[in-house]
């Protein structure tokens, strides 16, 4: 039992071979007829002794040896492919398909070739059409060998088991030879070799012979339409290894025109291949091919447009290149490609797929580098998940990235305009804007409008990221905001849900300066403008918060220039009176400008507070003093 | 073994076309007998749109070329006649000649019967049939002679894929592939009639 179950697995692994040698001999056959170059024909028809010779074992490949038939060399891309060695003796589907590309883009030239060729199979534009001339199905269909029965003495098997695989590789043999011929029957090869022929130095279009290799079985249920069930070459062993093919009966409208074919090509990302994303489409691009003269070239990215997005052309393997065809050149393009049993999608018009573009769009989203906050605005969709922008004059590199990223797109399409944004999607106050401080006094302001507590800073990041799609603000204006900053806590103004960027970058300046917090110091302003002026761009919306949060917290806070700023301006007012109690009104304003620009270094107390009201109040009353000097208490 | 005979439909032809059509469907015959290492080689008939496949060897070139011109005498000296050639696939069944008769038996397995119907014309039996390759079809207006050749081109591709079609549908009597050299795995004989 040993034995005759070793015979069997020999026998079955013997037969795998011989049966995956045919796939193979067969894909060169078929493929070598309809790509052929014009020195391979050449060397074809020669009857030089070398050519015809087969008696030098010396030039003989091991490949050859196989069914006995010397084939010619085959093209490179077919070799690296491999695809039938691989294919687990799966169904090969092999498409013939005549490519027209107009090389020309003269209108007359374009619809001349449309008079002549009006047939459109599939998807194109009108550079590129299609045609599925041949369709070659090669598959075997094995059933399990009965036992041997165990009366059966170990030579008996195998005797008969080498009389099988005998037996079947003559066969084979046969079918293969069959093969050969019937492939230069076929109204394809005439169409094949009158392009050989007929060179031009002037090309209207080019005729590309595309072959299509496809390992999808359900392609062998679909007839094409227009073809016809040409013959079936089969060989009956214990299991069926068949061979047909389905052919167009007439290919003379697609031929009638000169062509040059181009060197065969392998497509290994066809729809549908086990190497290649599912959800790819294939809109119908002209193929880009690698010039080669006489050599079948290389693998390289696939950037047919009848494939799938560049990134997903850079993932898979490379395949076909299209060519610019030269009139000296006389070979056809061979496509061959590897597919699994999936849909068979031919070739349209189809934009990329949505999840293709979301990928895109996510890869361009790493790159993009948006600004972090203060320089970031709200956009109208909550929903969305959209960093930080910056307007004004770095709007349009912000704009030009977040339109690549499908998650930014209605951001992008609210912060379209600075102005824009600014009205609505923001309160009206104006932060900081950079873009438009030229003064420092204004640059001042603006920081004074937004300068806030680290912790408020801090805050407002987060919740500029968590209302990164966020609700427009209110219509509050920062001045009434900052003037309550007394009475009212910045938390409490950066607590409303609705207010969510207080930093704007914008041309309109709402603010009042004289409702400004006044003690600000000039130093930290400063800070403050160089940090905001020159924001650095962040590649994340973590690290632009990351980024806020490390220049609040270094900013000063703003109640120690209150402080500092109320005791100096005690000094100065007490001097202003002593000095002169007939100031005139803007002279005593004057004197009291300096107190917005005080050094910070005191904390405020409550009975600094009360200090700082009645000098407050006295200069209220000097204000009102009448010009006879009368004073009025109030 | 059962000796497998197949009848090939019935070409008209033209005296100057016999050489392409004897040529193209002998060597496509002997290919698919030719089951040792081959190296194909395709040719192209030039009165016709058709390529045919030859296995390469010289041998078999010049035995064809030999009997075409063997039949081509016997078609000048039988004008108007239908022909047959008959290509055959033999085994040899003893190669020790016997008392009584030196011959070698052969066993015939397969038996390829190609019938021709020549038609002649006074001016194609001038000497000169023999040294050129084509000779002028002579009476006839042009789209006769287009409209024949057309259906001549077409009767030899059905021959060629009824060829194909019995290569294909009988393979149990051919016999075992020999390990010899060469292309040609069987010997074979081409009959002409006499």
Redesign the interface.
Known sequence: MTTTSSHAQTEAAKTEQIITEFFAKSLHIIIESRALSASSRNFSTLSSPSSTSSSSSSSVRPRDKWFNLALRECPTALENTDLWRHSNLQPIVVDVVLVHRNLSFSPKVRSFVKERNPFEEFGGGSEQNEKIVERWVIQYESKKIKDCSSSNTANTTRRSSNTFLQNLYKKSTLLLRSLYATVRLLPAFKNFLRNLVHLQMFLLLVLLIVFRLSLNHLLLNKKPKCLSLCSLLWILIPGKLCLSVMYRPCVSDVSSEPTTPLSPQVITDYVGSPLTDRLMRFPSLPVVRMPSHGSSPSSLPFSRRHSWSYENCRASPPAVNYYSPSPTHSESHTLVSNASSQGYCPPSSLPPHPSEMSLLHKKNVNFDEYYPSPNFSPSPSPSSSSPIYSLGSLASKTLLRSESAPVNIPNAEVTYSPGHTSRQNLPPSTPIRISRCTSETERSRNLMQSCTTPEKMFSIGKESQKYSGGKIAPNSSPQISFSRSSSRSYQDEFDDTDFTCPFDVDDDDTTDPGSRAESFDRGDMTQLLEAGRFFPIRKSQGAAVGALVHMLKKAAPLHQDFTTGENLSQGARAENLKSNNFQEPNQILESLTPVSTMSSGNRKTTSDALEEFHSYRGMKNLLLMPRDGSKRQI | MNCEVCHLKELELEHFEIREILRCILH?II??RA??????????LELF??????????EV?NKIEEKIEQFICWVEKHPNKKSQICLSFYEVKNKQASWFSNRIERLYWEQWYINLNVAQHLKSHSSKSHHSKFVDPGDGTLEDRNARSAALEVSL?EV??Q???F??EK?DH?P??PNL???ISFPYEITIPR
């Open positions: 496509t290919f698919h089951l040792g290492l081959v190296r194909p080689k395709d040719v192209d749109d058709v390529t045919y496949v030859q296995c390469g060897e010289v070139e591709r060629l894929f060829i194909i079609k290569v294909n393979k051919v075992p592939i050299e060469g292309a």
